[in-house]
T-cell receptor, first 111, second 115 residues
């Protein structure tokens, strides 16, 4: 059974600060997706990482896939209130017939 | 292009009743997945349909069922509602079913409250 852990569970920071959230598992993934969910809405796909050690940047967001493909991190530089939301990771294995989500990190960026 | 449309957006039902939720995927997407989201359990997988066939089902009782039509629209039904069924029900469509790197597009969900 794949154990998936996201940390921290909650994070509250001031606008302009940097932060990193993590997604860790005991299993090896073939790829991993990050989603952000705002209150009252469905999750929105941010990125898919596929290769171990891969780093992808989307403006102020930097996503990294671990070398062993068991973990991933999301780093936000100079956080803004618009970054507030629930950040979910969803790893994929080659045999998976469903997308399984972590419990998420609830980020609040205060103005 | 139009996104994933879920109806209704909000619903209040009484224990013991049944409910049907609808999902219209993005045009061309043939894979539709359903999730239940609650504060305590997070996003829990219900089932996934591809080309009118249920390919996978999560660990939910038989009161939860679904189907997909030839136009890829999907419905899920919950019978004999319980208080614990109160949740946000999310539908996600994808061009290709898992395992696929294509990614999901989610609807805004149906907020079901059972009283």
């Amino acid at each position: 059974t794949q154990l998936l852990e996201q940390s921290p569970q909650f994070l509250s920071i001031q606008e302009g600060e940097n932060l990193t959230v993590y997604c860790n598992s005991s299993s090896v993934f073939s790829s991993l997706q990050w989603y952000r969910q705002e209150p009252g809405e469905g999750p929105v796909l941010l990125v898919t990482v596929v290769t171990g050690g891969e780093v992808k940047k989307l403006k102020r967001l930097t996503f990294q896939f671990g070398d062993a493909r068991k973990d991933s991190s999301l780093h936000i530089t100079a956080a803004q209130p618009g970054d507030t939301g629930l950040y979910l990771c969803a790893p994929l294995t080659g045999s998976a017939r469903q997308l399984t989500f972590g419990s998420g990190t609830q980020l609040t960026v205060l103005p | 292009k139009a996104g994933v449309t879920q109806t209704p957006r909000y619903l209040i039902k009484t224990r013991g009743q049944q409910v049907t939720l609808s999902c219209s995927p993005i045009s061309g997407h043939r894979s539709v997945s359903w999730y239940q989201q609650t504060p305590g359990q997070g996003l829990q997988f219900l089932f996934e349909y591809f080309s009118e066939t249920q390919r996978n089902k999560g660990n939910f009782p038989g009161r939860f069922s679904g189907r997909q039509f030839s136009n890829s629209r999907s419905e899920m039904n919950v019978s004999t509602l319980e208080l614990g069924d109160s949740a946000l029900y999310l539908c996600a469509s994808s061009l290709n079913p898992p395992p696929s790197n294509y990614g999901y597009t989610f609807g805004s969900g149906t907020r079901l409250t059972v009283v």
